[in-house]
């Protein structure tokens, strides 16, 4: 990073220096006018052509600095700034002056454009936030400094013209005197303002009213001052306040609306923004310096946080490739407010004097906080996690937006050394020797060859794959170096190359396949296959990187990317391609992918369990046609580990992926069921433990009740799937569900015996539908889950009980036998328990069913 910053240091010099003239003449040229007595709105008008300016100059600016490189683009706007800013001490004409802020606005945002393109060629995409930072930061300082300047000679003379221009002449010359050489500009096609409007309305309304307010405000703060006789270094001072506080309220405004929901944030600002600016009027009357002194600063810091808020506001619904595009319409929005606020500012200072300044900015803030309000009504707040970062914004209208970190970084290509090019230009008429040219410079220089042989790779008619075995021969201990070097310039032969590197270095494939898919993430799956294919033991580490590379993408995507989002889907084909090249190791690589990607694991326990059907069908018919089944029981016992490795890896989708084995493999039921409870348990067990400190510490036995019901509803859950499945094996599914949580007796009583008593009524199952058989089904049921779980046998009949209230004389004389003389007690016992032991479990399952518990209470 300190290299990075100190490689800038001379483009930094020459910012500061430029923005020391820009502040002077900011409040200079207002300044002037009225004492030339213009009238205020004339002032306005030629205020706002500086925006008209700057707006032409951000749509054609990135052709010319194309056409005539950055450094010539930077000396000569700032020359035609010093020129125009000179022309200004020709004649206090009103029309010669908006000519020439015009040709300033043009050329400034001309040099802004050579800078800040200047600045993301030279960041990479760890470096960019902060040197954007930096960047600010001397904008900032140099727009505050500028102010005190003024206070150097009296604004009617023409020393500070002439102060400004030598301060424009002086900023070229840190750069011009430097090594540095500008990069290659890329454009880019700017999205439609009503396409964005469509996706963001706040946005660009928020955009284009801070354009209007931010001009008005700083424009023409100089003829508010002067109508309260605030003039020499009290003007400065004053204008200083208001750059101070657009520099510094952008860091607690940043902070509040990273943790709050954005719009609430920016309707505050508007509405406090709005009360402080109308309390300056009558505290300028009164002369209390001090005072409007502090409330411009906060007002002025206020305003220029809108602009920042509404590009974060869009960003919010952008996705991450739009962000660069959506950025032309967000400075067409703020230009055009930019030349709109000055003058309609000026025509309300005309009419009701200079004081209105800030009624027209509360007025207009306050139809931008109504406007946000209705958008609070129509649309849900973004969750705070998901909102973008508030980036600080130095000056509104920028030409580029590639040093924000919010953006998608493209990192820049280096210009080719003069061997490339003269290689490249041979290429073309003679490939041959363009090949023999970059063996020759691999022998000598490797580094260099190896960039003269991408170089080559790219021009059209060259044999790539001849021209990388020729590469492999000069250097061989190079070819890591080389694979990635050609790789990156034919990316569409990225299989062939890697795939040719596997027959030459089988153990060197793995680390240049990880980084092409890394890269290139369409070609991660090819890249796992050929890897795999190389070293099939590499399965599980290829697969740990890729699911790991996927997970952290899948949780840095940004809400408007994750309707796009395919990572699931990536993770399957993945996993898929890894054990099909190494079928041995498909539960490893499975598992290994679900620790990373957990939503991935029903999916590929479906791809997995398809696969399993056909082995064991024809494992199946191997054994008809006089083998063993002993191999089929090996896949059984296979399936089941898959369950308990998989839940393990992924608990919440432990239910889900168990209940696909079962669909694929219905006889393994109980098995399952046992290793599914079982890993259930763990969890609860895991999760207990976790929390045992804090339960003894609040001293209350709710943590463990909720613990205890999530495992019975997830008991109850498991019930009904499995019947559904298969509900003549819901009887023998209950008892192992009892035997492997015994506390969960009576709602799976309550459950098999719902699920019962509904096969009765509809009679859609072949069973018998007669009363006597559901009474019978009763008490077994009774008698099965009372074996196993002989403490909760009264809570056992009064469930079921609830469900087929007709069988409970039956179900009485069951649970009394071999202890006759207490039939009575049963008696009065589920007489006086079954209510209560009915609205218990209600109130535990969410169960609603009125009508069954007062036949179960009779």
Same mark, same amino acid.
């Given at each position: 990073m300190r290299k990075a910053l100190l490689s800038l240091f001379a483009l930094f010099s020459s910012c500061i220096i430029l923005y020391l003239g820009v502040g002077l003449m900011n409040i200079l040229v207002p300044s002037r006018m009225g004492l030339e007595g213009i009238s205020t709105d004339t002032i306005g008008l030629v205020l706002s052509m500086y925006f008209v300016g700057m707006l032409t100059g951000a749509i054609y600016s990135k052709q010319l600095v194309k056409r005539v490189g950055h450094i010539r683009v930077f000396a000569g706007s700032l020359a035609i700034e010093a020129i125009c800013i000179l022309a200004f001490t020709l004649d206090a004409n009103a029309l010669l002056w908006g000519v020439l802020r015009v040709l300033l606005g043009f050329s400034h945002a001309c040099l802004l454009t050579a800078m800040e393109s200047w600045l993301s060629d030279s960041a990479t995409e760890e470096t960019r936030g902060k040197i954007l930072a930096v960047y600010n930061a001397c904008i900032m300082g140099g727009l505050f400094g500028g102010q005190f300047l003024m206070g150097i000679a009296e604004p009617s003379d023409n020393m500070l013209f002439v102060l400004v221009g030598i301060l424009f002449c002086m900023a070229t010359l840190p750069v011009l005197f430097s090594r540095s050489q500008g990069p290659v500009i890329e454009t880019v096609a700017p999205m439609s303002i009503i396409s964005l409007y469509r996706i963001s309305p706040l946005g660009v309304v928020t955009c284009l009213t801070s354009g209007a307010v931010y001009s008005a405000l700083f424009n023409l703060l100089p003829v508010f001052a002067a109508e309260f006789h605030i003039s020499g270094f009290q003007l400065s001072l004053f204008m200083g306040c208001a750059i101070l506080g657009a520099f510094s309220l952008q860091f607690p405004v940043g902070a509040l609306s990273d943790r709050f929901d954005r719009r609430t944030i920016l309707l505050g600002l508007l509405l406090l923004s709005s009360v402080l600016g109308i309390a300056i009027v009558p505290l300028a009357a009164m002369e209390m310096m001090t005072s409007i002194f502090i409330l411009c600063g906060l007002t002025s810091g206020m305003v220029a946080c809108y602009y920042p808020l509404s590009v974060a506001e869009a960003f919010d619904k952008l996705k991450k490739s739009e962000m660069v595009a959506a950025m032309g319409s967000m400075l067409l929005a703020f230009g055009v407010g930019g030349a709109i606020g000055p003058y309609t500012a000026?025509?309300?200072?005309?009419?009701?004097?200079?004081?209105?300044l800030f009624y027209f900015l509360a007025v207009?803030?306050?139809?931008?906080?109504?406007?946000?309000?209705?958008?609070?009504?129509?649309?849900?707040?973004?969750?705070?996690?998901?909102?973008?970062?508030?980036?600080?914004?130095?000056?509104?209208?920028?030409?580029?937006?590639?040093?924000?970190?919010?953006?998608?970084?493209?990192?820049?290509?280096?210009?080719?050394?003069?061997?490339?090019?003269m290689a490249m230009s041979i290429a073309e008429s003679d490939p041959a020797t363009a090949v023999k040219l970059a063996r020759a410079l691999t022998i000598t220089n490797p580094e260099r060859g190896t960039e003269v042989a991408a170089a080559v790779a790219k021009v059209p008619g060259i044999d790539v794959m001849r021209l990388y075995e020729v590469m492999k021969e000069a250097a061989p201990y190079q070819i890591l170096e080389i694979t990635r070097a050609i790789v990156k310039a034919k990316p569409e032969l990225a299989a062939d190359l890697v795939s040719r590197l596997a027959e030459w270095y089988p153990q060197q494939v793995i680390p240049v396949?990880?980084?092409?898919?890394?890269?290139?993430?369409?070609?991660?799956?090819?890249?796992?296959?050929?890897?795999?294919?190389?070293?099939?033991?590499s399965a599980t580490q290829v697969a740990e990187y890729y699911s790991r590379l996927i997970a952290e993408e899948r949780e840095s995507m940004r809400p408007a990317d994750r309707e796009d989002d395919t990572s699931e889907s990536d993770a399957l084909s993945m996993a898929t391609e890894l054990w099909d090249a190494n079928p041995d190791q498909a539960l490893d690589i499975a598992v290994t992918v679900a620790e990373s990607l957990p939503e991935s694991a029903v999916a590929m326990t479906e791809e997995y369990m398809s696969h399993y059907e056909s082995e064991t069908d024809n494992e199946t018919s191997d054994a008809d046609s006089g083998g063993t089944a002993e191999s089929e029981e090996h896949d059984y016992h296979d399936a089941v580990e898959w369950v308990s490795r998989l839940s393990e890896a992924a608990p919440d989708q432990a239910m889900d992926v168990a209940a696909t084995v079962v669909e694929a493999v219905p006889e393994s039921m109980y098995e399952v069921t046992e290793e599914y409870l079982s890993a259930t348990e763990d969890e609860n067990e895991t999760v207990a433990d976790d929390d045992e400190t804090q339960t003894v510490v609040a001293g209350s036995d709710s943590d463990d009740a909720e613990t205890v019901l999530d495992e019975h509803e997830k008991a109850i859950e498991w019930l009904t799937r499995m019947s559904e499945l298969s509900p003549e094996m819901s009887l023998n599914l209950a008892v192992k569900i009892v035997e492997a949580v015994p506390e969960s007796a009576q709602y799976v009583a309550a459950e098999v015996a719902r699920l019962l008593h509904e096969s009765?009524?509809?009679?859609?199952?072949?069973?018998?539908? =007669?009363? %006597? &058989?559901?009474?019978? *089904? #009763?008490?077994?049921?009774?008698?099965?889950?009372?074996?196993?779980?002989?403490?909760?046998?009264?809570?056992?009949?009064?469930?079921?009980?609830?469900?087929?209230? =007709?069988? %409970? &004389?039956?179900?009485? *004389? #069951?649970?009394?036998?071999g202890a006759e003389s207490r039939e009575g007690e049963w008696v009065d016992s589920i007489d006086r328990d079954s209510e209560k032991q009915v609205d218990n479990r209600h109130d535990q399952l969410g169960d609603n069913s009125e009508d069954k518990r007062g036949e179960a209470g009779r």
């Amino acid at each position: 990073m300190r290299k990075a910053l100190l490689s800038l240091f001379a483009l930094f010099s020459s910012c500061i220096i430029l923005y020391l003239g820009v502040g002077l003449m900011n409040i200079l040229v207002p300044s002037r006018m009225g004492l030339e007595g213009i009238s205020t709105d004339t002032i306005g008008l030629v205020l706002s052509m500086y925006f008209v300016g700057m707006l032409t100059g951000a749509i054609y600016s990135k052709q010319l600095v194309k056409r005539v490189g950055h450094i010539r683009v930077f000396a000569g706007s700032l020359a035609i700034e010093a020129i125009c800013i000179l022309a200004f001490t020709l004649d206090a004409n009103a029309l010669l002056w908006g000519v020439l802020r015009v040709l300033l606005g043009f050329s400034h945002a001309c040099l802004l454009t050579a800078m800040e393109s200047w600045l993301s060629d030279s960041a990479t995409e760890e470096t960019r936030g902060k040197i954007l930072a930096v960047y600010n930061a001397c904008i900032m300082g140099g727009l505050f400094g500028g102010q005190f300047l003024m206070g150097i000679a009296e604004p009617s003379d023409n020393m500070l013209f002439v102060l400004v221009g030598i301060l424009f002449c002086m900023a070229t010359l840190p750069v011009l005197f430097s090594r540095s050489q500008g990069p290659v500009i890329e454009t880019v096609a700017p999205m439609s303002i009503i396409s964005l409007y469509r996706i963001s309305p706040l946005g660009v309304v928020t955009c284009l009213t801070s354009g209007a307010v931010y001009s008005a405000l700083f424009n023409l703060l100089p003829v508010f001052a002067a109508e309260f006789h605030i003039s020499g270094f009290q003007l400065s001072l004053f204008m200083g306040c208001a750059i101070l506080g657009a520099f510094s309220l952008q860091f607690p405004v940043g902070a509040l609306s990273d943790r709050f929901d954005r719009r609430t944030i920016l309707l505050g600002l508007l509405l406090l923004s709005s009360v402080l600016g109308i309390a300056i009027v009558p505290l300028a009357a009164m002369e209390m310096m001090t005072s409007i002194f502090i409330l411009c600063g906060l007002t002025s810091g206020m305003v220029a946080c809108y602009y920042p808020l509404s590009v974060a506001e869009a960003f919010d619904k952008l996705k991450k490739s739009e962000m660069v595009a959506a950025m032309g319409s967000m400075l067409l929005a703020f230009g055009v407010g930019g030349a709109i606020g000055p003058y309609t500012a000026s025509l309300v200072m005309s009419a009701f004097g200079s004081s209105s300044l800030f009624y027209f900015l509360a007025v207009t803030q306050t139809f931008l906080a109504l406007f946000t309000v209705y958008r609070m009504t129509v649309s849900k707040a973004l969750p705070v996690a998901d909102q973008e970062d508030f980036v600080m914004q130095g000056e509104a209208l920028t030409t580029s937006v590639h040093l924000d970190p919010r953006t998608e970084y493209t990192e820049p290509e280096a210009p080719l050394s003069s061997e490339a090019e003269m290689a490249m230009s041979i290429a073309e008429s003679d490939p041959a020797t363009a090949v023999k040219l970059a063996r020759a410079l691999t022998i000598t220089n490797p580094e260099r060859g190896t960039e003269v042989a991408a170089a080559v790779a790219k021009v059209p008619g060259i044999d790539v794959m001849r021209l990388y075995e020729v590469m492999k021969e000069a250097a061989p201990y190079q070819i890591l170096e080389i694979t990635r070097a050609i790789v990156k310039a034919k990316p569409e032969l990225a299989a062939d190359l890697v795939s040719r590197l596997a027959e030459w270095y089988p153990q060197q494939v793995i680390p240049v396949a990880i980084e092409v898919g890394r890269v290139f993430p369409e070609m991660r799956i090819e890249m796992a296959r050929i890897a795999v294919a190389s070293a099939p033991e590499s399965a599980t580490q290829v697969a740990e990187y890729y699911s790991r590379l996927i997970a952290e993408e899948r949780e840095s995507m940004r809400p408007a990317d994750r309707e796009d989002d395919t990572s699931e889907s990536d993770a399957l084909s993945m996993a898929t391609e890894l054990w099909d090249a190494n079928p041995d190791q498909a539960l490893d690589i499975a598992v290994t992918v679900a620790e990373s990607l957990p939503e991935s694991a029903v999916a590929m326990t479906e791809e997995y369990m398809s696969h399993y059907e056909s082995e064991t069908d024809n494992e199946t018919s191997d054994a008809d046609s006089g083998g063993t089944a002993e191999s089929e029981e090996h896949d059984y016992h296979d399936a089941v580990e898959w369950v308990s490795r998989l839940s393990e890896a992924a608990p919440d989708q432990a239910m889900d992926v168990a209940a696909t084995v079962v669909e694929a493999v219905p006889e393994s039921m109980y098995e399952v069921t046992e290793e599914y409870l079982s890993a259930t348990e763990d969890e609860n067990e895991t999760v207990a433990d976790d929390d045992e400190t804090q339960t003894v510490v609040a001293g209350s036995d709710s943590d463990d009740a909720e613990t205890v019901l999530d495992e019975h509803e997830k008991a109850i859950e498991w019930l009904t799937r499995m019947s559904e499945l298969s509900p003549e094996m819901s009887l023998n599914l209950a008892v192992k569900i009892v035997e492997a949580v015994p506390e969960s007796a009576q709602y799976v009583a309550a459950e098999v015996a719902r699920l019962l008593h509904e096969s009765y009524q509809t009679d859609n199952t072949g069973l018998n539908a =007669e009363p %006597a &058989s559901e009474i019978r *089904d #009763a008490v077994e049921l009774v008698n099965r889950l009372r074996e196993v779980s002989p403490d909760s046998a009264e809570e056992v009949a009064v469930a079921v009980l609830e469900n087929i209230p =007709e069988a %409970a &004389s039956d179900v009485v *004389d #069951a649970i009394s036998v071999g202890a006759e003389s207490r039939e009575g007690e049963w008696v009065d016992s589920i007489d006086r328990d079954s209510e209560k032991q009915v609205d218990n479990r209600h109130d535990q399952l969410g169960d609603n069913s009125e009508d069954k518990r007062g036949e179960a209470g009779r």
